[in-house]
Nanobody, 122 residues
């Protein structure tokens, strides 16, 4: 059974940093894509970033480019989202996801974590 477990969310202030982690288990993730999304209340799920399992390629949404960094520890089946210069508009539930197709669409991802809340106060 595939399981993705996120951690690292919390309440921070405008301009602070957080690092989210996602630990995956239950199958081999070779050739999979590891991604992060977020969803704010009343809004659609928003793509943030993905990284190839071999770590060779990344992609970022324009809204977070230059502030967020995705990384991967293959040996630990864990990927991270380092978030710097956080803003109140970054407040959302953050989800990790994985699937075989690199895409910004949440529909292309097969496995999802349960989500972790990030709240940025002004």
């Amino acid at each position: 059974q595939v399981q993705l477990v996120e951690s690292g969310g919390g309440l921070v202030q405008d301009g602070d940093s957080l690092r989210l982690s996602c630990v995956a288990s239950g199958r081999s993730f070779d050739r999979y894509i590891m991604a992060w999304f977020r969803q704010a209340p009343g809004k659609e799920r928003e793509f943030l970033s993905y990284i190839y399992y071999n770590g060779g390629s990344t992609r970022y949404a324009d809204s977070v480019k230059g502030r967020f960094t995705i990384s991967l520890d293959n040996a630990a089946n864990t990927w991270y989202l380092q978030m710097n210069s956080l803003k109140p508009e970054d407040t959302a539930v953050y989800y990790c996801a994985t699937g075989p197709v690199p895409s910004s669409s949440p529909l292309r991802y097969v496995f999802w974590g349960q989500g972790t809340q990030v709240t940025v106060s002004s």
